[in-house]
T-cell receptor, first 113, second 112 residues
Framework: SAVISQKPSRDICQRGTSLTIQCQVDSQVTMMFWYRQQPGQSLTLIAT?????????ESGFVIDKFPISRPNLTFSTLTVSNMSPEDSSIYLC??????????FGPGTRLTVT | SQQGEEDPQALSIQEGENATMNCSYK?????LQWYRQNSGRGLVHLILIRSNEREKHSGRLRVTLDTSKKSSSLLITASRAADTASYFCATESSGSARQLTFGSGTQLTVLP
């Protein structure tokens, strides 16, 4: 299985600032995704991180708010821009393994004050 | 609306008992995956069942899939206190590019 790490594991940020979350996979993978899990809720897909091109966003999520980079097959970043308290969530990246299992990183717990 | 709906929302059992969680979904799928999440932690992948499979086992876990009813169940046998967690089903819809749609989750509490 793929081992996925995320940095930071948690952060407390002020309203109006931005935070960039890093995701590193220990092997080359074709598909990487970013999800959000609001407190007490299930996971919602934010976007597909495409290697070498713009991310594909799900309904309700836009590039200006959640810019994503994926410079190679093992690394991606998600930025949460101009944060508000409503952005307080756990943000998780995932990668698809060779048998289509999707593995998740440990998550980044973001609190916006 | 959610692709996957799980029931029950919460389940409390005694150690040693079996726990069954159900998941229903709406569209055709390529596969269905079950995950465990301990409080405040990341998701642990438990098992993947493909649309052409009906049952799969992994240790104390047994997953069934009924595509005609668009439903799946996760059975944990001989539960332990360490099994206490939230359990989510997630579906990969046919024609999707591997994106997963998650169910609402079942909170399982195993009492020692």
């Amino acid at each position: 299985s793929a081992v996925i790490s995320q940095k930071p594991s948690r952060d407390i940020c002020q309203r109006g600032t931005s935070l960039t979350i890093q995701c590193q996979v220990d092997s080359q993978v074709t598909m990487m995704f970013w999800y959000r899990q609001q407190p007490g809720q299930s996971l919602t897909l934010i976007a597909t991180a495409n290697q070498g091109s713009e991310a594909t966003y799900e309904s309700g999520f836009v590039i200006d708010k959640f810019p994503i980079s994926r410079p190679n097959l093992t690394f991606s970043t998600l930025t949460v821009s101009n944060m508000s308290p409503e952005d307080s969530s756990i943000y998780l990246c995932s990668a698809v393994g060779p048998s289509y299992e999707q593995y998740f990183g440990p998550g980044t717990r973001l609190t916006v004050t | 609306s959610q692709q996957g709906e799980e029931d029950p929302q919460a389940l409390s059992i005694q150690e040693g008992e079996n726990a069954t969680m159900n998941c229903s979904y709406k569209t055709s799928i390529n596969n269905l995956q079950w995950y465990r999440q301990n409080s405040g932690r990341g998701l642990v992948h438990l098992i993947l069942i493909r649309s052409n499979e009906r049952e799969k086992h992994s240790g104390r876990l047994r997953v069934t899939l009924d595509t005609s009813k668009k439903s799946s169940s996760l059975l944990i046998t001989a539960s332990r206190a360490a099994d206490t967690a939230s359990y989510f089903c997630a579906t990969e819809s046919s024609g999707s590019a591997r994106q997963l749609t998650f169910g609402s989750g079942t909170q399982l509490t195993v009492l020692p």
